[in-house]
């Protein structure tokens, strides 16, 4: 059975940092593109970030503005989301995603249940 499972959400204060986690069972995450996404109380949700299966190249939603990394590590079969200087606006449940394709803000196959970040002083 396949299963994404995220960890490290919390409070942080604005201007801070977290470190998520998108551990992958059932299957090896170098095979899919693995993508962040996160939905805030009565907003779309919205894409944060990829990393494609293919060559490993990363991409980002434009509100990211430099913040935030994307990084696999293939030993652990984990996907890390690096995110500094967090904003209030960032306060959101975050998601990790698995497309057995492309990267793609659509259509991702493979959902985790979500970590809450919440950003507030």
């Known amino acids: 059975q396949l299963q994404l499972v995220e960890s490290g959400g919390g409070l942080v204060q604005p201007g801070g940092s977290l470190r998520l986690s998108c551990t992958a069972s059932?299957?090896?995450?170098?095979?899919?593109?693995i993508g962040w996404f996160r939905q805030a109380p009565g907003k779309e949700r919205e894409g944060v970030s990829c990393?494609?299966?293919?060559?490993?190249?990363?991409y980002y939603g434009d509100f990211v503005k430099g913040r935030f990394t994307i990084s696999r590590d293939n030993v652990k079969n984990t996907v890390f989301l690096q995110m500094n200087s967090l904003w209030p606006e960032d306060t959101a449940l975050y998601y990790c995603?698995?497309?057995?394709?492309?990267?793609?803000?659509?259509?991702?196959?493979?959902w985790g249940k979500g970590t809450p970040v919440t950003v507030s002083s």
């Open positions: 995603a698995a497309s057995a394709g492309l990267c793609k803000w659509y259509g991702m196959e493979y």
């Open positions: 990393i494609s299966r293919i060559d490993g190249s990363t």
């Open positions: 059932g299957f090896s995450l170098d095979e899919y593109a």
